[in-house]
């Protein structure tokens, strides 16, 4: 209380920044969960820019807890007449807190990072699934677009243009490429 001294005074306001350091990381910490599910699940793109506001937020924290961190050190250390022997108990158990509260800030700046890996992946992924697509389905139309091509050319000895089954033979040429082909890519699992 009153008569503990102005060194207790000092470490109770200590106490109380570094309370604080630990109500703003609960919520941060809810905020990262948040986002961690979000990853999880479908992702949209504003979590990158939470992602990202996040990490700045986790770097300004860091940023703030040093300086706490070294007052508390140097507050514990100290042989000053100006800090009582009882209240260098406190200090400790402050300056651990201090360094709690920086694990909790490093931890959630790799959770973070890890959950930035994982968005970066999944878009990875389902860009690599629509490629994929695409892939298929210019690698069915190509030979088909040549063949059209062919015929469309305006010769005039072509032999395949005077035969009676001439277009129907073309498209069952195509068709037969067209099937071929897709059947190829469900056997190859694409």
Same mark, same amino acid.
Do not use: C
């Given at each position: 209380?009153?008569?503990?001294?102005?060194?207790?005074?000092?470490?109770?306001?200590?106490?109380?920044?570094?309370?604080?350091?630990?109500? +703003?990381?609960?919520?941060?910490?809810?905020?990262?969960?948040?986002?961690?599910?979000?990853?999880?699940?479908?992702?949209?793109?504003?979590?990158?820019?939470?992602?990202?506001?996040?990490?700045?937020?986790?770097?300004?924290?860091?940023?703030?807890?040093?300086?706490?961190?070294?007052?508390?050190?140097?507050?514990?250390?100290?042989?000053?007449?100006?800090?009582?022997?009882?209240?260098?108990?406190?200090?400790?158990?402050?300056?651990?807190?201090? +360094?709690?509260?920086?694990?909790?800030?490093?931890?959630?700046?790799?959770?973070?990072?890890?959950?930035?890996?994982?968005?970066?992946?999944?878009?990875? %992924?389902?860009? %690599?699934?629509?490629?994929?697509?695409?892939?298929?389905?210019?690698?069915?139309? +190509?030979?088909?677009?040549?063949?059209?091509?062919?015929?469309?050319? %305006?010769?005039?000895?072509?032999?395949?243009?005077?035969?009676?089954?001439?277009?129907?033979?073309?498209?069952?040429?195509?068709?037969?490429?067209?099937?071929?082909?897709?059947?190829?890519?469900?056997?190859?699992?694409?």
């Amino acid at each position: 209380g009153r008569s503990s001294g102005p060194h207790y005074l000092a470490y109770r306001l200590l106490d109380a920044i570094i309370a604080n350091y630990f109500i +703003i990381l609960e919520d941060v910490s809810d905020r990262v969960a948040q986002i961690e599910d979000q990853v999880a699940g479908n992702p949209e793109r504003d979590v990158i820019h939470n992602i990202h506001q996040l990490k700045r937020d986790m770097i300004a924290l860091r940023k703030a807890l040093w300086p706490v961190r070294e007052v508390v050190g140097g507050l514990e250390k100290s042989d000053s007449d100006l800090i009582a022997q009882s209240t260098g108990i406190f200090l400790r158990d402050a300056y651990e807190h201090t +360094i709690q509260v920086i694990d909790t800030v490093e931890t959630l700046r790799d959770t973070l990072s890890g959950a930035l890996d994982i968005y970066l992946s999944s878009m990875s %992924n389902r860009m %690599n699934e629509i490629m994929r697509v695409l892939t298929v389905m210019s690698t069915l139309f +190509i030979p088909l677009t040549f063949i059209v091509g062919v015929y469309g050319m %305006n010769f005039a000895h072509m032999p395949e243009l005077s035969w009676r089954y001439g277009y129907l033979g073309v498209w069952a040429v195509m068709a037969a490429a067209a099937v071929g082909m897709t059947v190829y890519f469900r056997r190859q699992k694409w």
